[in-house]
């Protein structure tokens, strides 16, 4: 499954290049509450139909029936790029479901050649993050090398918008949690990457089912990670309770610019691991800091599908930028329940989670 941004790129290219009329739907400013923020995209067809959203409901409503009734023209009179503002007045703002009287600017951009977005999609595939420049008189696009994350910017004569590669996330191991692992990746829009050179265990993966939008790898971990170079927008995740296996793959995943990587495996184990990469393997101390063992937040997981949820909520909020005070949120969570609860110590604690 493909992130948002880019499914609603490459549905309105498809679109275009079917012959339909399209208008790519930006949201370019925002003012108090607001359902989505600035850089959201949607897609609509001459036809009505959609992909993405930049309110969850009745502004889209709004755009549908203006296109389907008048045309891209009904949108974009001269057949160039219009701004469109909505919930400037209370009533409006009921109309149209903004909360609080919040106000939101739209840019309609009818899709053509000058929109560039075959080549923003190859930036994408490339992991190339750009900086897309929509002229707002002519609709010429320009596309620059930029920043991810950038927060997008409007002046009188120009839109500036940020795109770059999807979030991705690599897993080492193959197996139940590394499935379920998976699944919720693919749902939240990761990449997702396997490593697993041991045969049997990629044969226990294959013989449940292939799974779609997940690549297998059969080298070893650490040949992995250097062919990959993990950059900002990538998650690192080791499974295999292996050293031999897990080891290989933080050495140089903790010298990376993955914004996240992490190990399964006990306090104790946890414990072990940074011991060992910091004697036999020398790594800083600094890049051993920010390794999240035992992976995952605190909510009491037992099973390999809760185990899932809670390695997949900690990368989430990590790559969101959300704060997670240190030590490891497992090991916090757990022992703050040790001590509510009596509950088992440290060293039996399973993995961790």
């Known amino acids: 499954m493909e992130d948002l941004d880019t499914r609603v790129l490459r549905t309105a290219l498809g679109w275009q290049q079917a012959g339909l009329a399209v208008v790519l739907v930006t949201v370019a ?3 108090g509450s607001s359902p989505r923020p600035p850089g959201s995209l949607m897609a609509i067809n001459a036809r009505g139909e959609t992909v993405g959203s930049v309110s969850g409901g009745c502004i889209e409503d709004d755009l549908i029936h203006r296109i389907r009734e008048g045309g891209v023209r009904a949108a974009c009179a001269t057949l160039t790029p219009a701004v469109l503002r909505y919930g400037i007045s209370a009533d409006e703002a009921h109309r149209f479901g903004l909360p609080c009287g919040g106000t939101v600017e739209l840019v309609l951009e009818p899709v053509s050649k000058h929109s560039r977005l075959d080549e923003l999609l190859r930036a994408c595939e490339q992991r190339r993050s750009t900086e897309r420049v929509l002229d707002l008189q002519s609709g010429e696009v320009e596309l620059r090398e930029g920043q991810r994350d950038g927060v997008p910017t409007m002046s009188d004569t120009q839109l500036v918008t940020y795109l770059g590669p999807r979030a991705r996330i690599i897993v080492i191991g193959a197996g139940d949690l590394s499935r379920y692992l998976c699944e919720m990746a693919r749902s939240l829009g990761f990449e ?10 990629r044969a226990s993966w294959e013989m449940s089912g292939p799974m779609d939008g997940v690549t297998v790898s059969h080298e070893m971990p650490d040949d992995l990670i250097l062919r990959l170079k993990p950059d900002a927008r990538t998650a690192v995740v080791a499974l295999t309770h292996d050293p031999k296996l897990d080891d290989l793959a933080l050495i140089d995943a903790l010298q990376s610019d993955a914004f996240y990587v992490g190990a399964i495996g006990s306090r104790r184990n946890s ?6 990469l910091r004697l036999h393997f ?3 101390e600094d890049a051993l800091q920010s390794l999240h063992g035992p992976a995952g937040l605190y909510i009491g997981s037992k099973t390999p599908a809760e185990i899932a949820l809670s390695i997949m ?12 005070p240190a030590p490891a949120q497992v090991a916090s969570g ?3 329940h040790e001590v509510m609860s009596g509950g088992v110590p440290a060293d039996l604690a399973g993995c961790g989670l």
């Open 29 to 31: 400013r925002t003012w």
């Open 271 to 276: 414990a072990h691991r940074r011991e060992r």
């Open 334 to 336: 757990k022992a703050r």
């Open 192 to 201: 997702v990457i396997v490593c697993d050179p041991r045969e049997e265990h």
């Open 282 to 284: 020398d790594v800083p």
């Open 313 to 324: 909520a900690e990368v989430v909020a990590v790559k969101n930028g959300v704060a997670l």
